[in-house]
T-cell receptor, first 110, second 114 residues
């Protein structure tokens, strides 16, 4: 069945370090993926997206990598800042609706 | 920057009552969605809406749920005969293109059914 999951429920990093948040998906037909950031009490905020015909896409301080062979998605955050502390969700486009993963909580230590 | 706005931010209701959650999507967006998130869990799809009709709905969206776009700006979610398990954060989202690509979410309405 369709499912998107995250490997680690929590991730703690030192300010200034790079963060890597991972996601596994099971639907090989998914053609579009998004990373969202959710701060406490707020709705999911779009970070970056990638189509299945790409394997890497870069934004401002963020990079998304897609490995279709092993159905794995990752979000890399460079020079992590305290403001990056949040829950991060990956989501896949499954037939016109987004299926969200469980979420990884990123904590940035000063 | 344009944003999706939702009201109220919190809604408390008695079991069995009806609630209406309101959303104003981004003005040039054509595709509208409701999602919900039970505390500590992942965001779950409820329904998508385009051209004044439901495009797709999940099994959560049973016959107690309905959506409406009563005018050119509002998008509402109505839940009749509320149950305790309806308690969740409800997010409205909209997108310019079908996909659902680049969904923009509101800040949510926290619904508590007592």
């Amino acid at each position: 069945g369709e499912s998107v999951g995250l490997h680690l429920p929590t991730l703690s990093v030192q300010e200034g370090d790079n963060s890597i948040i991972n996601c596994a998906y099971s639907n090989s037909a998914s053609d579009y993926f998004i990373w969202y950031k959710q701060e406490s009490g707020k709705g999911p905020q779009f970070i970056i997206d990638i189509r299945s015909n790409m394997d890497k896409r870069q934004g401002q301080r963020v990079t998304v990598l897609l490995n279709k062979t092993v159905k794995h998605l990752s979000l890399q955050i460079a020079a992590t800042q305290p403001g990056d502390s949040a829950v991060y969700f990956c989501a896949e486009n499954a037939g016109g609706k987004l299926i969200f993963g469980q979420g990884t909580e990123l904590s940035v230590k000063p | 920057e344009p944003e999706v706005t939702q009201t109220p931010s919190h809604q408390v209701t008695q079991m069995g009552q009806e609630v209406i959650l309101r959303c104003v999507p981004i003005s040039n967006h054509l595709y509208f969605y409701w999602y919900r998130q039970i505390l500590g869990q992942k965001v779950e799809f409820l329904v998508s809406f385009y051209n004044n009709e439901i495009s797709e709905k999940s099994e959560i969206f049973d016959d107690r749920f309905s959506v409406e776009r009563p005018d050119g700006s509002n998008f509402t979610l109505k839940i009749r005969s509320t149950k305790l398990e309806d308690s969740a954060m409800y997010f409205c989202a909209s997108s310019e293109d079908r996909g659902p690509e680049k969904l923009f979410f509101g800040s949510g309405t926290q619904l508590s059914v007592l």
